[in-house]
Every structure is written in structure tokens, then in C-alpha cells.
């Protein structure tokens, strides 16, 4: 029993203890060139595969909202552009 508290309490120390330090020191900003811009940008979701990103961008003022999609081909994001979505219809099994 006392080994099995000693355990459980490593555990829950371990589950609590801060994350190490990134090994350069500094966070890095993952900010592709080309998806960078001076609009608000949030939301981003990956495509299961990682190729494919979809997000939201607003203008600096928050308004003029758009979904944007970028696809990385050959190793870069290509510029973003309205993203093309699918709705299901029903009887769909594709």
C-alpha cells in the first residue's frame, strides 16, 4: 500500500512539475512569410495530414471577417485564399 502511495504521489508530482525550458531559451514564432500579414489572424486548424491550414482573418479594426486556406506544397504555405469547403448533403457518403 505504501508503494502504491509513494507511486501515485511521484506521479502527481511529476503530472505538476514545469515544463523544461525551450533548448534555444526563447520560444520561436512560428510565422511563415506567407502567411503572415497585417490583418488579424486566429483559429488556425491543420488538416489531419498537416497540409493544409484554415483560419480566420479579420482587418486590424476586426471587421471584413474571412476563412482562409493555405496548402504547403514542396515545403512552403502557398498564399492564402478563400477556402474551399464542402458541405454534406444527405444520403452523402463521400
Known amino acids: ?3 502504491a502511495a509513494s507511486l501515485f504521489a511521484s506521479v502527481l508530482l511529476a ?9 534555444h531559451g526563447e520560444p520561436e514564432v512560428w510565422t511563415p512569410a506567407e502567411l503572415s500579414a497585417a490583418a488579424y489572424e486566429s483559429t488556425p486548424t491543420l488538416s489531419p495530414d498537416g497540409r493544409e491550414l484554415i483560419y480566420l482573418s479579420a482587418d486590424p479594426t ?9 496548402r504547403c506544397e514542396a ?16 444520403g452523402d457518403r463521400s
Open 1 to 3: 500500500m505504501k508503494r
Open 15 to 23: 503530472a505538476f512539475a514545469p515544463a523544461p525550458a525551450p533548448p
Open 75 to 90: 515545403g512552403r504555405w502557398t498564399t492564402p485564399g478563400a477556402a474551399a469547403l464542402r458541405c454534406a448533403r444527405p
Open 62 to 70: 476586426f471587421r471584413n471577417w474571412r476563412l482562409l486556406m493555405s
